[in-house]
C-alpha cells in the first residue's frame, strides 16, 4: 500500500518524460486498489471472488499480472493471472477474479478466474483468516490473518472475528470524496479501510456508478444514505419477538440495527428480536451505503412489551 505510492510517483515521472517523445498512450495498471472480497459461505465455500477498482482513467492494462491469495498463516492458496487487457479504461472502473460457483451463484460473468493451488475443499479464501494482494501494489489482511505477505503492509485484519457467513469485505471511500475511490482511501490499515457488506461484484462489463462529489452536492443528504422503517409491531404488544422490515434510499445499502442502548451491529430486513423483557423498547435502525457511509439519522421506533395476558 505505502510502499505503491512511492512506485506510483516513479510511474507518473516515467509518463511524463515519455509523453515528450511519443503520443499519448493508456497508462500502466498500476492504479488500482482491492475493492471487495467475497470468501464463499459455509453452505458453498467454493464461491469466492476479488473486486479491483482503477482510481484513474486507462489502468486496464492487467493482462500478465497477478493476484495472489493467502491463508491465515501467510501460505499462497491461489496465483491467478488477467490473460489479456480489458475493455472498461473509464476512471472508477472495475474488474472481478471469481470462481465458476460465485458466477453461478451471484449470476454475473467474471473477468478472470481463481483457481487453489492445490485442491482446498474450503476454496482459496478462508473466511476465519487470510489476505489478498494485488501485485505489490495494495495487500487486504481479515480475521486471523498473521503471516507476511510481499513487502506491502496490511495494518489491523479487517473483521477480526472472521468474515460473516454469506458477506463480503468491501473497501470504504468516504473519505475525501464519498462517491469516488481516491488515494486517500487507502490507509494501509484493512481494519480501518474495509467493512462487512452484502455481496454486489461488479465486472468490468458494468459501468462505473462512482462520481465526483461536484455531482453529488446537487443531491439532497450530500450521499448519505436514508432509511425507513417498512413494517412496524404495534406500539403495546404481548409479543416479545416483534418483526421489523426496514429499507435504504441505495440498493445495495447493508443494514446495523441497535436495541434500547445496544451497539449497532450487522443486521437484515425482515429482523425478528429475540424475546425481550416486558416494558419499554427502542428499535434503531441505520443503512450503509457502498461508500461506507452511514445514514447520520437512524430510523427509530418505541414500542412496549405488555404483562402476558392471565387465563
Known amino acids: 500500500m505505502r510502499a505503491s505510492r512511492v512506485l506510483l510517483g516513479a510511474v507518473a515521472s516515467g509518463l511524463t518524460m515519455l509523453a515528450l517523445w511519443a503520443p499519448a498512450a493508456s497508462a500502466t495498471f498500476h492504479l488500482m486498489q482491492i475493492r471487495e472480497i467475497y470468501p464463499g459461505t459455509l453452505a458453498s465455500p467454493n464461491s469466492e471472488y476479488v473486486e479491483l477498482q482503477m482510481w484513474a482513467a486507462g489502468q486496464n492494462h492487467v493482462g500478465g499480472h497477478v493476484l495472489h491469495t493467502y491463508d491465515a498463516a501467510g501460505v499462497e492458496t491461489s496465483r491467478d493471472t488477467f490473460a489479456q487487457d480489458l475493455s472498461g479504461e473509464a476512471n472508477q472502473s472495475t474488474m472481478v477474479l471469481a470462481t465458476p460457483e460465485a458466477e453461478a451463484q451471484l449470476g454475473f460473468r467474471a473477468d478472470a478466474a481463481i483457481v487453489p493451488l492445490t485442491p482446498l475443499p474450503a476454496g482459496a479464501l478462508n473466511p476465519a483468516g487470510g489476505a489478498v494482494c494485488w501485485e505489490e501494489i495494495d495487500c487486504v489482511s481479515w480475521g486471523s490473518f498473521a503471516g507476511p505477505v510481499h513487502s506491502t503492509p496490511t495494518g489491523s485484519p479487517a473483521a477480526p472475528g472472521g468474515i460473516p457467513d454469506g458477506m463480503a469485505l468491501r473497501r470504504t471511500i468516504a473519505a475525501g470524496c464519498p462517491t469516488l475511490l481516491e488515494p486517500t482511501d487507502d490507509t494501509d490499515n484493512s481494519a480501518a479501510d474495509f467493512l462487512p457488506v452484502f455481496p454486489g461484484p461488479r465486472p468490468n462489463s458494468v459501468a462505473p456508478s462512482e462520481h465526483p462529489c461536484e455531482a453529488e452536492k446537487a443531491k439532497p443528504g450530500h450521499g448519505s444514505p436514508q432509511t425507513k422503517l417498512r413494517k412496524l409491531p404495534p406500539k403495546k404488544s404481548h ?38 423483557s416486558v416494558g419499554r423498547h427502542m428499535f434503531k435502525v441505520r443503512a450503509l451505503n457502498s461508500s461506507g457511509v452511514h445514514d447520520p439519522s437512524p430510523a427509530a421506533y418505541a414500542f412496549r412489551i405488555l404483562p402476558k395476558r392471565q387465563p
Open 239 to 276: 409479543d416479545r419477538t416483534p418483526t421489523f422490515r426496514f429499507t435504504a434510499s441505495e440498493s445495495g445499502s447493508a443494514f446495523e440495527c441497535a436495541l434500547d442502548r445496544r451497539r449497532f451491529r450487522l443486521c437484515r430486513s425482515p429482523l425478528t428480536t429475540k424475546p425481550l
